[in-house]
């Protein structure tokens, strides 16, 4: 496509159900990235993939968080059991080749709500 | 961790002002970038500037590399109401999996 594309762009639900967040990069854009960010703070760093594997899920907050990306394109990010302090932003990036050194391309987020 | 730190963490300045954000990082870089943030959602890239380059322009943008002090800035020429923002810089991590990024340098600028 065009660029990374979210959705949904919002979400609310209630508190201890699970939520899927999807994203679809750039085509051909093998890296691609989900960051978290709560209101007024910086990227935290959640989850990489290339291709279909994920060499570095150091950033995912806990076992209730998991991803997954299937053909090389869509990725979906899942929480389990939402809580309230998993309400934020989440964004996804993709990037070309291994990604390092060069542009990463972001989409507009999700803003989830956990009521 | 390799995480750059911005400051200011809030700039308040009128338009036709130039604008100074900071950077520091705390390991060897082989680039940095940054990034501008409207609005609390996508991130918009600005500037790529590489370790063995020490200044770089685009457009009203002009950044700085001080890899000696493992800093960077970022100035914004003749500011303008739309250039409100954040700002933020950003470096891959050593085993290049993951673009990190600062907290940002929140920009107002008021006409």
């Known amino acids: 496509g065009a660029g990374v594309s979210q959705s949904p762009s919002n979400k609310v639900t209630e508190k201890g159900k699970d939520v899927e967040l999807r994203c679809d990069p750039i085509?051909?854009?093998?890296?691609l990235y989900w960051y978290r960010q709560s209101l007024g703070q910086g990227l935290e760093f959640l989850i990489y993939?290339?291709?279909?594997?994920?060499?570095?899920k150091s950033g995912l907050p806990s076992d209730r968080f998991s991803a997954e990306r299937t053909g090389g394109s869509v990725s979906t990010l899942t929480i389990q059991r939402t809580q309230q302090e998993d309400s934020a932003v989440y964004l996804c990036a993709s990037r070309i080749g291994r990604g390092e050194g060069t542009e990463a391309f972001f989409g507009q987020g999700t803003r989830l709500t956990v009521v | 961790s390799q995480q750059g730190e911005e400051d200011p963490q809030a700039l308040s300045i009128q338009e036709g002002e130039n604008a100074t954000m900071n950077c520091s990082y705390k390991t060897s870089i082989n680039n940095l970038q940054w990034y501008r943030q409207n609005s609390g959602r996508g991130l918009v890239h600005l500037i790529l500037i590489r370790s063995n380059e020490r200044e770089k322009h685009s457009g009203r943008l002009r950044v700085t590399l001080d890899t000696s002090k493992k800093s960077s800035s970022l100035l914004i020429t003749a500011s303008r109401a739309a250039d409100t923002a954040s700002y933020f810089c950003?470096?891959?991590?050593?085993?290049?999996?993951?673009?990190?990024f600062g907290k940002g340098t929140t920009l107002s600028v008021s006409s």
């Open positions: 993939f290339q291709g279909n594997s994920a060499p570095d």
């Open positions: 085509s051909g854009h093998t890296a």
């Open positions: 950003a470096t891959d991590n050593q085993a290049g999996t993951a673009l990190i």
